[in-house]
């Protein structure tokens, strides 16, 4: 036989739905807040955290790097060295520099 649900089990249950919303609304307000940007290669930066930006899953930046805001100079493209990393999986862009037996 079943035992009725508990009502403290009822009430934080009722409680840990209600933060996982929240979360995903404040996850969802950050995103809007924070745009995807293209930089002067055409490479698209999205939004990860703080004020850092990732393009390709293994790139990751602040904002003022990849624009070149506040007297940074922009970042530019990776160096071939990264060819043989497999930690990195570029885009076509990100390779264009690379010589061809690279």
Do not use: K
């Amino acid at each position: 036989m079943s035992r009725p649900p508990d009502r403290a089990a009822q009430v934080v249950e009722d409680l840990l739905s209600t933060l996982a919303e929240c979360r995903a609304e404040i996850r969802h307000l950050d995103r809007l807040e924070h745009p995807p940007i293209t930089d002067r290669f055409g490479r698209v930066w999205t939004w990860r955290s703080g004020d850092f930006y990732v393009h390709d899953d293994a790139l990751c930046f602040p904002r003022d790097w990849i624009l070149g805001e506040n007297g940074s100079p922009p970042i530019g493209l990776p160096s071939a060295r990264l060819a043989d990393n497999p930690n990195y999986t570029l885009c076509d862009i990100c390779r264009s520099q690379w010589e061809e037996t690279v």
